[in-house]
Structures are given as structure tokens and as C-alpha cells.
């Protein structure tokens, strides 16, 4: 594939419920993607969520970290820590 013939773009994403995936798209349609080659998925992640929630240390440092869990569970556990 050559830059002079063609506007296609060559991308990688993953995510924690997502294996690394190889995919190509058209640079004016990127959302249109056809994937190419993906890792193995090391478990079932239908029905999972990940949300980045904040610790807060001994000295006052916002420390982000990821928890991923069952959609249901952390609507519950959002709910009721709401006040």
C-alpha cells in the first residue's frame, strides 16, 4: 500500500475488556474500521464495565486506578456511594 494511492490508516487499540486489535480505515471515515488481526481474549468481557475511579493517599494525591466489573455491580456500588 502505497501513501500516494491510497488514504487508508493503520490502527491498534485495546482496552481492558478489548485484546490488542490490528485494524485498517479510510482516514475520512477512521469510526469505519475492518479489523484485521486481534489477540486471543483470555476471558468472556460481554457484560463487563471498566470505570477509572480516584484513591486519595496520606498526602492529599488523587491516584487514579481501574476497576472492571459486571455492569450491574458497579451500578449498584455507584448508587449506593452516592449521597
Same mark, same amino acid.
Given at each position: 500500500?502505497?501513501?500516494? $494511492?491510497?488514504?487508508?490508516?493503520?490502527?491498534?487499540? *485495546?482496552?481492558?475488556?478489548? /485484546?490488542? &486489535?490490528?485494524?485498517?480505515? $479510510? @482516514? @475520512?471515515?477512521?469510526? $469505519?474500521?475492518? /479489523?484485521?488481526? *486481534?489477540? /486471543? @481474549?483470555?476471558? $468472556?468481557? @460481554?457484560?463487563?464495565? !471498566?470505570?477509572?475511579?480516584?484513591?486519595?493517599?496520606?498526602?492529599? !494525591?488523587?491516584?487514579?486506578?481501574? *476497576?472492571?466489573?459486571? &455492569?450491574?455491580?458497579?451500578?449498584?456500588?455507584? !448508587?449506593?456511594?452516592?449521597?
Amino acid at each position: 500500500m502505497s501513501a500516494e $494511492e491510497s488514504d487508508a490508516i493503520w490502527l491498534t487499540s *485495546s482496552s481492558y475488556t478489548q /485484546p490488542t &486489535t490490528l485494524a485498517i480505515a $479510510e @482516514a @475520512a471515515a477512521p469510526a $469505519e474500521q475492518e /479489523p484485521l488481526k *486481534s489477540l /486471543p @481474549a483470555f476471558y $468472556e468481557a @460481554a457484560g463487563l464495565q !471498566t470505570q477509572q475511579l480516584f484513591a486519595t493517599s496520606a498526602d492529599g !494525591t488523587k491516584v487514579p486506578y481501574f *476497576s472492571s466489573a459486571p &455492569t450491574r455491580a458497579l451500578t449498584l456500588t455507584l !448508587t449506593l456511594t452516592q449521597p
